[in-house]
Each structure stands twice: as C-alpha cells, then as structure tokens.
C-alpha cells in the first residue's frame, strides 16, 4: 500500500487575468492537482512525473520514498503537481471550456513544457513555498525539473533530470505515429468523442511500450514465445506471440486510466521541449542556471539516447554550470527510472547529499565563481551506495517485467 498524502487538492487561477501560454492562446480559469507529502514548509522538493503520471508521487514512484531514500518526509516536504493538460484534477482537454459548457476536447490550446513549470509556480506560490531545495523528474518529468532550473534560477537548490533531452528526430517519428493511431480510430471523431477511442489509445501506448522499453529485455522476457494465454501462433492469423500479448495488455490498461486528447496535448508539448525557447540560444538559456544539475542517462534508452544525455550535461558545464553525469545500466530502457527505482533510489540519497564520488556538498553557484574543476567535459560517475557496501550504479540490473508497468 502506497503512502497516502498529507494533504492534496486543486487550486484554481486566473480566474480574473487569463493564463498566456507560449503559443499564444489562454486558459482561463486554470485548475492543478497537488498532492503534498510531509509537514507543508517554506521549502520543499517537487517531484515532476511523466505523460501519463498523477500528482500522488508514492502511487508511482513508491521506492523512493522512506528513511535513506531520496524522499524521506519526516525531513523534507514533497510535492507533487498534476501538470497543466492532464485528467488527473488539472486542467485539459476533458475539462469543462466555460466558454461553450461542454469539454474542451480538441479546442483545447498547444501547451509547452514552460507553460506547465509556470502553472506549477502559481500552485507553489498558494503553498507557501519559496524555495524547492530540489526539482527532479523522469522523460517528461525531468524536462520540467530543467525547465523550472532555467525559468526560475532563483528558486531551485538542485534539479535532477533522468532520461530527459529534447527529442531526437526519431522520438519525433514515434510521438507523431502514436498520435495519428489515435486520431485515426473513428471512434475518436475529431476529438469530440463521448467514450474514449479505445483501439486509437491503445496502440498508441503499445508503440510507446516499444520505446520504453529494450530490445535486449523483450527478448530476455518475451523471445518468441506464445501467448501466455495459451494461443498458437502458427494455428490462426490472430493468435499472438507473448510479446503481442504484452503489449495489448498495456494498451488496454492506459485505456481505462487515461484521455486520448490529454496523450495528444501531452506528447506534443514532450516533442517542443527547447530550453532555448523564449531566448536568443540555448546557451543563453543555460547560463541562467543558478542549480547544481544532475543528469542520469539510461543505457538502454533509445528514446533519450545516453549519449544525448551527457551531450547535454557538457552544454551545461560549458554554459558555467555544475552540472554532474551518470549513467544508469539496465535492460529496461527508458523506463528504468520507474522499473529499477530499488536501485536508483540509494545512488539518488548519496547524489543529493552531495556525495559526488566522496566529494564534499559546496554551497556555491559555479555561475557565481566558476570552479576550475568545470572546465573539461562530462564524465560517468560511478557511485557507491552507502548502506551495502558495493558498488551497485554500473551493474546492470534485470527486475522481472511488469504486466502492470
């Protein structure tokens, strides 16, 4: 049983002065799902989640949280924040356009990554808190954690981005693919559908599973095996492999969870993400940073490859960021920070407490007083888990595959 919220709720703005986005369009009012873990204070840690996340972080991401771990509520205040353009409590496309009476649904306007770190800051502000000691997230979750660290430098102590970079080409092949399957079911009727486009939603998912995850874990987990159901494959042309099986389970489960217009909000503002929009260049984007900066790449990401990861830990330390790089080794792909958080969770505690390869905690903004240290590129660190005493970050690791993931 996961651990329950001290306290949650919504918080509606913008009721008076509509909210501009990025593209230019508005919302008005705005509404976001919080969910606070721990005594509410003046500074907090905001967890961000992913595309299909909610603002309940123990409900995902429950291996980080305890004594020891990354989230240790007798200590720190967390925060969770259902990101603008979700249906989990926040304003999206499902929510009630007071204008017409009736759901947004694909009237609802192109949002950004920024446009959601933004609507976060109003809910921070009503909260109380003035200071995040840290930001963190995972895919679309670490874009924000970045983002709040560009946006609002004089806020956040530490962001900590895992499996985040702006999309490749080829992550932008995917989410345009995903996407069409869904607009593609006629059950989806241009968005103004009454009961979700079931068979759109759910190979949609089914081709993000494939990018999620490895081909080295499919095959370990699923080779070419029948369903688990008991078809045969060579007796009918819709008898399944275990891998079909697989994936059409994960479909099915989005579905009853999760809205076909929030996924195509969502995954298109995952395809905008820039930390250069809304200034001249990246790198002046970058130098803004005020944060420590730690990013964590994947080996078997492809869709945030590692190496764009540390390419983008070397913008950082170029721009006069403390920006450190490590490489988390798993066959579960990009989902690894939510499938091997057991391992993540203790390496994450050391990082943040500063143990950088023994290294002592240091105050300083390198922006302020650039440390001669921050000159070459971006290195993989290797951390040693301080409860067992062995090296735990490079060793791959290969946790049974959730049905449920």
């Known amino acids: 049983m996961s651990l329950e919220p001290t306290l949650q709720g919504g918080f509606t703005f913008a009721a008076d002065t509509p909210f501009s986005l990025d593209s230019g369009a508005t919302l008005q009012p705005v509404t976001l799902h919080y969910a606070v873990y721990g005594k509410l204070r003046g500074e907090a840690t905001l967890v961000c989640h992913a595309l299909s996340g909610s603002a309940r972080v123990a409900d995902w991401w429950e291996g980080m949280f305890g004594p020891g771990r990354p989230f240790d509520t007798e200590r720190e205040c967390v925060i969770g924040i259902n990101i603008l353009g979700s249906c ?13 009476g009736k759901p947004y649904g694909p009237d609802f306007p192109l949002i950004s990554i920024r446009d959601m770190v933004r609507a976060q800051a109003q809910v921070l ?29 004089e806020l956040v102590g530490t962001a900590v981005a895992i499996g985040a970079t702006p999309l490749s080409a080829m992550g932008l092949a995917l989410n345009h693919l995903q996407r069409q399957v869904i607009r593609l079911d006629p059950d989806f009727r241009g968005g103004r559908y009454e009961q979700q486009p079931a068979r759109g939603l759910g190979i949609a998912r089914s081709i993000a599973m494939c990018t999620y995850k490895s081909a080295t874990l499919f095959h370990k987990r699923f080779a070419r095996k029948p369903n688990r159901s008991g078809e045969d494959p060579l007796a009918a042309l819709d008898n399944r492999y275990d891998i079909a099986g697989y994936l059409d389970y994960q479909g099915g489960k989005l579905v009853e969870r999760f809205d076909a217009n929030a996924y195509v909000v969502i995954s298109k503002a995952m395809d905008t993400f820039e930390l250069g929009h809304g200034y001249a260049s990246e790198a002046e984007a970058l130098q803004r940073i005020r944060a420590k900066v730690l990013l964590v790449g994947i080996s078997s990401d492809w869709l945030f490859p590692a190496a764009d990861v540390k390419a983008l830990a070397d913008r950082l330390r170029a721009a006069g960021v403390d920006s450190r790089y490590l490489e988390l080794v798993s066959d579960h792909g990009h989902d690894a920070f939510l499938a091997d958080a057991q391992v993540l969770a203790p390496l994450l505690s050391a990082a943040l407490a500063g143990h950088y390869s023994g290294e002592p905690k240091s105050d300083s903004h390198p922006n302020e007083a650039k440390p001669a240290s921050l000159g070459g590129p971006a290195s993989v660190t290797t951390l040693e888990n301080p409860t067992p005493r062995r090296q735990v970050w490079r060793a791959a690791v290969n946790y049974p595959i959730a049905r449920d993931g």
């Open 88 to 100: 989990y409590g926040s304003t999206g496309p499902s929510s009630i356009d007071p204008r017409t």
């Open 125 to 153: 502000r009503h909260l109380g808190v003035e200071r995040l000691n840290v930001v963190i997230g995972g895919s679309i979750g670490g874009m924000q954690a970045l983002q709040w660290a560009v946006d609002f430098p």
